[in-house]
């Protein structure tokens, strides 16, 4: 297992575009979690899945993002109607959830540059 | 909600010395603490964590220091290496991790050969 796999690297799309992410998690985690980080920021977290189930997404931004994790292994970020303000580097990660706690590992990212 | 201040925002300091980076937490919720090393393109990487039932914890030439009491820890980088220079981030977490992190602004250090 290499980790935790995004494609693609960076994407750059005209301002109205739909665009869309993929997140492919180290194959035994059964979390798997969204953050947003802007320049000079902390990851900001999204929204996050147990297996297929969506646990969590009162912080994806606007109604124009969605997730999904429909086999509970790769997800998906689609962001529709791209706006400047989106630009920033969508961050994955994944975790096994235990009795104890573990930490996350973080996928390389997403760098998305609406123009 | 959860939240999570970190000082300096910068730090500079000669290869060598140590390097102290310290965060606090608002949410007394929070029992779990790791720190994060961030290169020039990369992910975030998990350097070290502790947990709310450790006061400290080292790992080679780094260490990390709880006081629950004072909702606040600290990174500690000794004999720091031009490798280290980085971002590096302190995130807080309920469950031990099982859940959402919530991260610091991040502080850049370099190191000065």
Redesign the interface.
Known sequence: DTG?SQDPRHKITKRGQNVTFRCDPISEHN?L?WYRQTL??????LT?FQNEAQL?KS?LLSNRFSAERPKGSFSTLEIQRTEQGDSAMY?C?S?L??T??????????TRLTVV | GENVEQHPSTLSVQEGDSAVIKCTYSDSASNYFPWYKQELGKGPQLIIDIRSNVGEKKDQRIAVTLNKTAKHFSLHITETQPEDSAVYFCAASPDFGNEKLTFGTGTRLTIIP
């Open positions: 935790v979390r979690y000079g920021q902390g990851p900001e977290f996050y969590e912080r961050l990660a975790s959830t235990r104890g706690g573990n930490g996350y590992t973080f996928g390389s990212g």
